[in-house]
């Protein structure tokens, strides 16, 4: 296959997104042009994810997109929906390629294998032969990088797949990802994000542990910011949490899944920790980071969920100093235990919950922007414009803006939080 145009729609995590971004750059080099999914492009990869019924139905509008863009185009599938459902997207209209979690990185090889006459691919064997661990990371598409150091998961909470479609836990070593975020500064970028199925669980199969990667990256020059994604709080441990506090470079930033207000509900989702293990992770983060964002998960409307549980649920997440909520209903997924489980909660019930926890999200969002009011923080601004602003991030994931400046892309700021627009935001006004 001659280079031509290839076009890459991401859908689910950061880590989604890095492995992506990694395998995007194989294409460049090869001469391929990149182009925007919304365009024609005589390749589309439709990277998925398969967390909810909705990503599922995003990824398959995606498909459906790219079809009527360009009806003569090759569309790759790639991800855990095709880990998990490869049959039913090869039944999908105008897709050549279904390709899982380890053979999606041989896509450049299998894309050209599609002009071969006798070529009769579309499922790669071998799909679900996911035990070895792919290194991958973004660069060029942000200022910002996200970092694959784990993959897979042990933990098989009751209601998630993710288990099946990437497999067991597995990690890189500290000693090739410290090579890796070099490379990554090397090429300008100023702050690295930590991202993986279960990162507290790095480095169990090698013998290392998540402490010693984030010590080992307080250490690397050049590299100005550090940036935790999703830690289970049953493994972000007093020692993580004591590291962070005293490190230069790891952000004030903590996201840890709660899912659940209720020890009933958490115990039957299968979760490793109760309320009060939990309410001791984000007291001790309080107590040495009286300013730091704490971001929770939860779901709503899980089997057997009543609605003393879900008061519980509202209630605990009011009285704890959590930043604001990434708050989801919850979606059936096959073969997960809880898809056995009889006792519904009804659509109407969940969608109720869910307004309830996403307006008290909003109102603990807003009351952490103004509890820091009035002080001085450090902005990283992204390189977007959208109308005429540029945005960016403090050490606390405060989004501030400012004027669109070139110049200001990548570039680090201290800003004075006074001044916010009418929807809270803070802005930056440029000297």
């Known amino acids: 296959m001659d280079p031509t145009s290839i076009a890459f729609h991401h859908f689910g995590c950061k880590v989604n997104f890095a492995e992506a971004s990694s395998i995007s750059r194989q294409f460049r080099e090869k001469g391929f042009e990149l182009k925007n999914h919304h365009e024609v492009a005589d390749i589309y990869v439709i990277s998925t994810c398969v967390v909810t019924s909705v990503a599922e139905k995003k990824c398959r509008s995606a498909i459906h997109q790219a079809h009527r863009l360009n009806p003569k185009a090759k569309i790759a599938v790639i991800g855990c929906f095709s880990e998990l459902k490869p049959d039913e997207l090869l039944l999908m209209e105008g897709v050549d390629l ?224 959590v930043s604001y909520m990434h708050v989801f209903a919850y979606s059936k997924r096959e073969n997960t235990l809880a898809a056995q489980f009889t006792d519904v909660v009804p659509e109407n019930v969940k969608n109720e919950r869910s307004k309830q926890l996403h307006h008290l999200s909003e109102m603990k969002k807003k009351a952490f922007y103004e509890q820091n009011r009035g002080t001085e923080v450090n902005v990283l601004f992204e390189s977007d414009n959208s109308k005429g602003w540029m945005h960016g991030f403090s050490e606390n994931y405060i989004r501030v803006k400012t004027k669109y400046l070139n110049s200001l892309a990548n570039q680090l700021r201290n800003v004075i939080l006074n001044e916010t627009d009418s929807d809270g935001m803070y802005v930056y006004r440029q000297q």
Not at 198 to 205: A, E, L, P, S
Not at 207 to 222: D, R, S, T, V
Not at 311 to 318: I, P
């Open 98 to 321: 279904v390709l899982g979690n380890t053979a999606k990185y041989n896509l450049l090889e299998e894309l050209m294998k599609l002009k071969a006459p006798d070529y009769h691919g579309g499922l790669i064997p071998g799909i679900r032969e996911n035990s070895d661990f792919m290194p991958s990371f973004s660069y060029g598409d942000r200022t910002r990088s996200f970092l694959k150091i784990q993959d897979g998961c042990d933990y098989y909470c009751s209601y998630c797949t993710i288990p099946l479609a990437r497999g067991h836990s597995r990690s890189d070593t500290v000693a090739h990802l410290t090579g890796s975020a070099c490379e990554i500064v090397n090429h300008g970028i100023r702050e690295i994000v930590l991202t993986g199925v279960n990162i507290g669980d790095f480095g169990r199969n090698n013998g290392e542990n998540f402490l010693q990667l984030i010590q080992a990256f307080e250490k690397i020059e050049g590299l100005s910011r550090i940036r935790i994604s999703s830690i289970e709080p049953d493994l972000l441990s007093d020692e993580i949490i004591g590291f962070a506090a005293s490190s230069k470079k790891i952000m004030p930033h903590f996201h840890i899944p709660l899912q659940s207000g209720s020890d009933r509900i958490l115990k039957a989702m299968k979760r490793k920790y109760n309320l009060e293990l939990y309410s001791s992770r984000v007291s001790q983060i309080r107590q040495k980071l009286p300013l730091a964002c704490i971001a929770s998960d939860v779901i709503v409307g899980f089997p057997g969920e009543t609605d003393e549980n879900f008061r519980e649920t509202y209630s605990y997440l009011e009285n704890m100093p």
